[in-house]
């Protein structure tokens, strides 16, 4: 057993998808999560500063004595992951290949849509993990630039005039292109979960990234024998600009209140 905890991050509020999963799954376990608000969104940046910004990141987490580090950001997994691994000594969990398990094993007709940040997109990271997956397997890749400044400001909800145009004006490619699953491949885009889901339909299959990444860290964890033996753990949560806005936005999605468990962090310094 393994009373350590286990670090979370991503650009912002969207980890918090992963984050509310490893709740579930793992209700002992001690967590902490990073968002970087004052960055947000990564999406729009080029590579190198991704990678940076990354390092900066796992650095400040690495502050605590951590058993492992789950990146909660799609944009992250798909460009920096491998460095982030080789220069880390302990398990470091991204979201891209459990998502593409995932969908590769949810389509029934072979078309699967992508939605994405910029920079995942042009990485081509999911593309090429269900290629290795399935070389049958047809994808349609959509960027998506406003759904995360969207999330950030509270704008998830359905009925929201603006949001739902927004995703009708993305999505309607994928909707023609017949994609029977659609993979939300940044972890802020499950918070538009419901939205998404009306416009798509119902035969549609939404793959969550950031619970798959969750799912796939705790079977790991498991293997490694490193998850805790506690009933009931707990969370901290750090950002790197307001810690009310974030409080409030977070308290929403995870139903319940974390204010006074937010704490804000000078990121620049790690």
């Given at each position: 057993m ?49 990678l ?28 920096a ?9 302990l ?20 078309r ?19 290629a ?16 995360v ?6 704008r ?5 005039v603006?949001?739902e ?8 490619s994928l909707k023609?292109?017949?994609?029977d ?7 802020h885009?499950?918070l538009?979960?419901e939205?998404?889901a ?23 964890l498991e293997?490694?024998?490193l998850?805790?033996?506690?009933e009931?753990?707990?969370c ?6 307001s ?10 999605f995870?139903g ?10 000078e990121?620049?310094?790690?």
């Amino acid at each position: 057993m393994d009373q350590r905890p286990i670090g979370v991050f991503d650009s912002g509020l969207g980890g918090l998808t992963a984050l509310r999963e490893l709740r579930r799954i793992l209700p002992g376990e001690e967590l902490i999560y990073f968002g970087d608000t004052g960055r947000v969104p990564y999406g729009s940046r080029g590579r190198d500063t991704i990678l940076r910004y990354a390092r900066q990141d796992v650095a400040f987490l690495r502050s605590f004595d951590l058993k492992a580090v789950v990146i909660a950001c799609g944009t992250v997994s798909a460009n920096a992951l491998a460095e982030l691994t080789a220069e880390n000594d302990l398990p470091i969990f991204g979201v891209v290949g459990p998502a593409a398990q995932a969908a590769v094993a949810a389509t029934r007709n072979g078309r699967v849509g992508l939605v994405g940040t910029a920079a995942s997109i042009r990485s081509g990271a999911y593309e090429t993990e269900m290629a290795k997956l399935d070389g049958g397997v047809r994808i349609f890749a959509q960027a998506c630039p406003l759904f995360v400044p969207l999330v950030e400001n509270g704008r998830f909800r359905p009925g929201d005039v603006v949001v739902e145009t927004v995703v009708r004006e993305y999505l309607a490619s994928l909707k023609e292109a017949e994609v029977d699953t659609l993979v939300l491949g940044c972890t802020h885009y499950p918070l538009l979960y419901e939205v998404i889901a009306r416009f798509m339909g119902p035969e549609v299959t939404l793959i969550d990234t950031g619970a798959t990444c969750a799912a796939r860290a705790a079977r790991a964890l498991e293997e490694k024998g490193l998850l805790t033996d506690r009933e009931v753990g707990g969370c901290r949560y750090f950002v790197s600009d307001s810690t009310e806005d974030f409080a409030r936005l977070a308290g929403i999605f995870l139903g319940g209140s974390v204010a006074g468990s937010v704490e804000r962090v000078e990121i620049e310094r790690y």
